[in-house]
């Protein structure tokens, strides 16, 4: 799948996965993506996940957000993905854009398979990450 993606072995990839709707905090996710590619251009981004019904021009925004990052293939859209399982083996990083989560089953699904989380506090990821996490007690992102 990394292949397919157009990444290497040695490239870390930054994934996140979830319906795109403006509750997602999507802009920190490419931000985060841009300024580590600044500073290590083997980090890439993939994005997987697509509108929700009615919510179709908040994901042109974000396609247009992506096609002007300059990041080409670097950060990627992926679309909807079924099953969603390898790509959570692809991705070294899965990033949770949620600010606020009701329980964070997409948190749960990448620890399933072994892949260090990064993610808000808010709501119950607190919870699902527990004693393997680190962070602040605010609902901003921590910074690389």
């Not at 319906?19 to 994005?47: C, I, N, S, T």
Request: hydrophobic share 35%.
């Amino acid at each position: 799948m990394r292949r397919e993606w157009g990444f290497g072995p040695e490239d870390v990839i930054l994934g996140t996965a979830s319906a795109l709707r403006p509750a997602q905090a999507y802009r920190g996710f490419r931000r985060a993506r841009v300024q580590l590619a600044r500073e290590d251009p083997r980090v890439g981004g993939v994005l997987a996940g697509d509108a929700a019904p009615g919510d179709e021009s908040y994901r042109d925004q974000i396609l247009q957000r992506i096609a002007a990052s300059g990041l080409g293939r670097r950060l990627r859209w992926l679309g909807n993905l079924e099953p969603v399982e390898p790509f959570y083996h692809a991705i070294d990083i899965f990033v949770s854009t949620s600010e606020y989560e009701t329980f964070g089953n997409s948190v749960c699904e990448a620890m399933a398979c072994r892949r260090p989380v990064a993610a808000y506090r808010g709501g119950s990821v607190h919870e699902v990450v527990g004693d393997a996490g680190a962070g602040r007690s605010d609902r901003r992102p921590l910074r690389p």
